[in-house]
């Protein structure tokens, strides 16, 4: 099958597409001929080599974490697919490679597509969303009523966000660039601020939870406009000493994540605030909770471009310059 490998770890030099062998199918996995491929700066991350002490991936890598298709064949354990059903995942974050024409899924990873999406809308969706789920869902449980700010509401991850965490209730803020201001209002919005000319740490006060995806000084100043007793959480700021025990860290890499993440830790406690790094991770039942929000509207995918995929790199380079407006960059198959 043809596909997009990282061959070393770098820059795009370090990517070809090649012809690689069809994957090995378990007996719980699922072999998915792959319609449409979401890109996530994720993919560009996996490839510069930055998370290489806690993700060590053999090279060549297939790359790409999201993915949408049909299923071609089942592992003899699979009971919940068939051959024939359109399917959505995020991979497991050690089983990736959606760039490429097939890849075997773990079934507890994948979910039925969304029916009222097209195979490049749904491959917008998993990693996004089920961080977005994970986030606001399981870690915080936004009630209706909580005020939320989601940072960079008009990106891939913030404009899921936004959606759902309206979609649950919360009067929701977000910071967007002057161009997608109007379109962060449209996605449900309440607040919308514009982090070009605007400052959000003189504009809210008391909120319950920050969803921060910037990291450094923002995510510094998001924990001053938390009331006490709130929540911040952050998938690019410094991680923290129980995602280091999630992933079995070696005491090492365990005091490393400690000390990175101390500052922000003492910057928290002293606002009366608690702080959280997330990474997202896999889970077919988590989509299967959001296919519903999405079927019936409430949450619309946001894609920005689609690329065939032979113009995978050209893709990957496209986001990597900041080239799209708002959403998701994906690439098709079909
Ligand atoms: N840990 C995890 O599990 C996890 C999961 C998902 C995503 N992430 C991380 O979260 C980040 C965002 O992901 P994404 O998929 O949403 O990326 P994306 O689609 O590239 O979106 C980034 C957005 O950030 C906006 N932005 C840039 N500077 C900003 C600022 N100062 N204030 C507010 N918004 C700003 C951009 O708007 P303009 O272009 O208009 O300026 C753009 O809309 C990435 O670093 C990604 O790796 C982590």
Do not use: C
């Amino acid at each position: 099958m043809k596909a997009f490998l990282v061959e070393k770890y770098g820059d795009q030099a370090g990517m070809r597409a090649a012809e690689v062998p069809d994957p090995r199918v378990g007996a719980d996995d699922v072999l998915v001929k792959i319609h449409a491929a979401g890109i996530n700066p994720l993919d560009l991350r996996i490839r510069n080599g930055d998370f290489k002490a806690f993700m060590p991936y053999r090279l060549p890598l297939v790359l790409g974490n999201d993915l949408a298709g049909e299923v071609l064949q089942v592992g003899s354990a699979v009971t919940r697919f068939a051959v024939g059903d359109a399917v959505y995942a995020r991979p497991d974050k050690d089983r990736i490679g959606t760039f490429a024409e097939l890849l075997a899924v773990h079934q507890d990873d994948l979910a039925p597509k969304p029916a009222t999406l097209t195979m490049a809308e749904a491959a917008s969706l998993p990693l996004v969303a089920l961080t977005a789920w994970q986030a606001l869902v399981e870690r915080t449980h936004v009630q209706p009523g909580q005020k939320v700010l989601i940072h960079a509401g008009a990106g891939g991850l913030g404009s899921i966000a936004v959606q759902l965490a309206k979609a649950l209730g919360a009067h929701v803020a977000t910071t967007a660039s002057t161009a997608t201001i109007d379109l962060v209002r449209e996605l449900g919005a309440d607040v919308a601020i514009d982090y070009r000319t605007q400052d959000f740490t003189k504009l809210l006060d008391g909120y319950d939870i920050v969803l921060d995806s910037l990291g450094g000084d923002n995510l510094a100043r998001s924990l001053r406009v938390l009331k006490p007793g709130g929540t911040a959480i952050s998938v690019a700021g410094p991680p923290d000493p129980a995602f280091a025990r999630e992933l079995g860290a070696n005491p090492i890499l365990r005091l490393a994540m400690t000390a990175l993440s101390a500052k922000t830790r003492y910057q928290a406690k002293r606002l009366g605030v608690t702080y959280s790094f997330l990474f997202m991770k896999a889970s077919g039942d988590q989509l299967r909770e959001l296919t519903p929000l999405i079927d019936s509207g409430r949450i619309r995918p946001l894609v920005d471009r689609v690329f065939p995929f032979d113009e995978t790199l050209q893709a990957m380079e496209y986001v990597e310059k900041g080239r799209a407006k708002a959403g998701k960059v994906v690439v098709s198959m079909t």
